[in-house]
């Protein structure tokens, strides 16, 4: 057991939590509570192998990824109708803005949908409903990442973009996750090209459990623009020094570190050393119903863990409105925002 770290300083946890931010790798489907889990299945007349919302929650005890993406995918086998996939998007959009998320590019798994007969329609017309409403409602700028699941085939996740066309004006681009060991990004190269080709954006996730290779070939065969999670990278200088040349983002997720056990500890995560040697790194959420927590407590506990002060903090929120897909203006108007809220809380926001 790592030693409790000493609790953050009131006025420094306090900026923390009230700073702008974005949020830039979430799954949607991991935002699935166990309470609305169990709405959802009632509605749905879906039967559920736990018998209460505290028998799910204690299932969620994982050894490594496959453990937990075994259990997520049971979870996401409740939402049928696309008020179900509205109703999960706007529980994080609600929870988003608690944490001062302004923006938010929200990751989902069609296909994890479309294999239990769910039309794609279905999915992204309630996902894309909840994030139009969120920018008037919540003043949360909102937007969507379709993702391939990578254990299943390339062939898959061709048939899936092509679905996904008639709807191309609501996602702004594709990323690729799941299962990471034993499938290479290569794996889906003619996918992502095409995805290039109709002009969406690209982010895989890479260096999470496999190797600095895959964080490599992502870049250099799937023209990922942000690597999500990429803490692996420090055990390739070569890379990390390529890595602060291009500016390419990694998307961290503490907390979903240490409950996959990519790491031992909070204490033991490496946020710290990825921005001292000058990456572009930011915190993130994942997927926090299952991981123990949405983004504010992702900051929280590792600024306690890691000993981290407000020039991290600073550093961090503003990483992510730099490498979100936001338009020029809203990147602009988004780091104001921030700057004015250091001056407020009697930060100085650092240069
Ligand atoms: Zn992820």
Not at 62 to 78: C, H, K, N, R, W
Not at 271 to 286: K, P, Q, T
Request: one cysteine or more.
């Amino acid at each position: 057991m790592a030693p409790t770290p000493p609790p953050l300083d009131p006025a420094l946890e306090r900026l923390v939590r009230t700073m702008p931010k974005a949020e830039l790798h979430i799954h949607i489907e991991g935002s699935l509570e166990p309470e609305l889990i169990f709405v959802l299945a009632q509605r749905n007349g879906v039967s559920l192998p736990y018998p209460s919302v505290e028998a799910l929650r204690a299932a969620y005890a994982f050894t490594d990824l496959q453990s937990f993406l075994d259990i997520y995918y049971a979870g996401a086998g409740v939402l049928v109708t696309e008020q179900d996939f509205f109703d999960m998007a706007w529980a994080y959009l609600e929870r988003a803005r608690a944490d001062g998320i302004t923006r938010a590019e929200i990751f989902f798994d069609p296909q994890t949908h479309t294999e239990r007969g769910v039309p794609f329609s279905t999915v992204i017309g309630g996902l894309a409903r909840a994030c139009d409403e969120a920018r008037g409602a919540l003043g949360v700028n909102a937007a969507l990442i379709l993702c391939f699941l990578r254990h299943l085939s390339e062939e898959a996740a061709l048939a899936t973009l092509e679905q996904a066309l008639p709807y191309r004006d609501r996602f702004i681009g594709v990323g690729l996750d799941s299962s990471e060991v034993g499938h290479p990004p290569e794996k889906f190269a003619r996918v992502f090209a095409k995805a290039r080709d109709l002009g969406l954006r690209r982010v895989a996730h890479a260096g999470e459990e496999g190797p600095p290779a895959y964080i490599r070939s992502a870049l250099d065969v799937l023209h990922a623009e942000r690597i999500d999670h990429g803490v692996q990278s420090l055990k390739d200088p070569a890379l990390v020094a390529r890595l602060k040349a291009e500016r390419i983002p990694l998307t961290v997720c503490p907390l979903s570190n240490v409950k996959l056990c990519v790491f031992e500890d909070l204490s033991r995560h490496n946020l710290r050393e990825l921005l001292d040697a000058g990456l572009v790194a930011m915190i993130n959420s994942d997927d926090p119903a299952y991981f123990g927590g949405y983004l504010n407590r992702n900051f929280v506990e590792t600024f306690a863990a890691l000993g981290l002060d407000a020039g991290h903090a600073y550093r961090l929120a503003r990483n992510g409105f730099e490498a979100s897909f936001a338009t020029p203006e809203e990147k602009a108007a988004d780091i104001a925002a921030l700057d004015r809220h250091f001056d407020a809380c009697g930060f100085a926001a650092p240069e």
